[in-house]
């Protein structure tokens, strides 16, 4: 079956950067695109980003240009997600969710387990 | 960039129908996906597009679309039901995509 397998929680001071990783298998890798989706405590879900698996296209949050960049290793089915210049607001649960589309409607199906990420002094 | 705005929260009685609705400029071009996020666990798609039901999720769960306006209706509420529901759309403007700020559902 599809899995998404993310990284473990991560603790990081303010202005520093972190790296989330989400490994996938029981697909064709580069069929599907992968977004990145956040989630601050008590809060909505807030969408990032997007790659494209297959050439490494992105698409990002324009809330977040220039502090994200999202990129993937196709030998080991992995996208990656790096949030620079970590600020308290950032703390939030990372998801990645793996992306369908038809018939002008977009979905995610599955997502992965959700990483902590707490930026703290 | 445009928005998808949802009621912050909708209470239903045990075994009725409830509907939550989800508005925006995009829903106008693009059908909404749904998804239901029960605490500290991952979201779950629900239902999405014009009439499509993920498997193993109830038929009590069905959606609809008119002009800015996606609806998730549950019919016959379950207690198991009480959840934050989310919708999600392409927004117009271009590679970007956005989420409903969600709606708090309450089974009395």
């Known amino acids: 079956q599809v899995q998404l397998v993310q990284s473990g929680a991560e603790v990081k001071k303010p202005g520093a950067s972190v790296k989330v990783s989400c490994k996938t298998s029981?697909?064709?890798?580069?069929?599907?695109?992968m977004h990145w989706v956040r989630q601050a405590p008590g809060q909505g879900l807030e969408w990032m980003g997007v790659i494209n698996p297959s050439d490494g296209v992105t698409h990002y949050a324009q809330k977040l240009q220039g502090r994200v960049t999202m990129t993937r290793d196709t030998s080991t089915s992995t996208v990656y997600m790096d949030l620079s210049t970590l600020r308290s607001e950032d703390t939030a649960v990372y998801y990645c969710a793996r992306d369908h589309s038809n018939d002008n409607t977009w979905w995610f199906d599955p997502w992965g387990q959700g990483t902590l990420v707490t930026v703290s002094s | 960039s445009s928005e998808l705005t949802q009621d912050p929260a909708v209470s239903v009685a045990l075994g009725q129908t409830v509907r939550i609705t989800c508005q925006g400029d995009?829903?106008?071009?693009?059908?909404a996906s749904w998804y239901q996020q029960k605490p500290g666990q991952a979201p779950v798609l629900v239902f999405y597009?014009?009439?499509n039901r993920p498997s193993g999720i109830p038929d009590r769960f069905s959606g609809s679309s008119s002009g800015n306006t996606g609806s998730l209706t549950i019919t016959g509420a379950q207690a198991e039901d009480e959840a934050d529901y989310y919708c999600?759309?392409?927004?117009?403007?271009?590679?970007?995509?956005?989420f409903g700020g969600g709606t708090k559902l309450t089974v009395l």
């Open positions: 597009g014009k009439n």
């Open positions: 995009s829903l106008r071009s693009y059908y």
């Open positions: 029981g697909y064709t890798f580069t069929n599907n695109w």
């Open positions: 999600y759309s392409r927004d117009t403007t271009g590679n970007q995509w956005v």
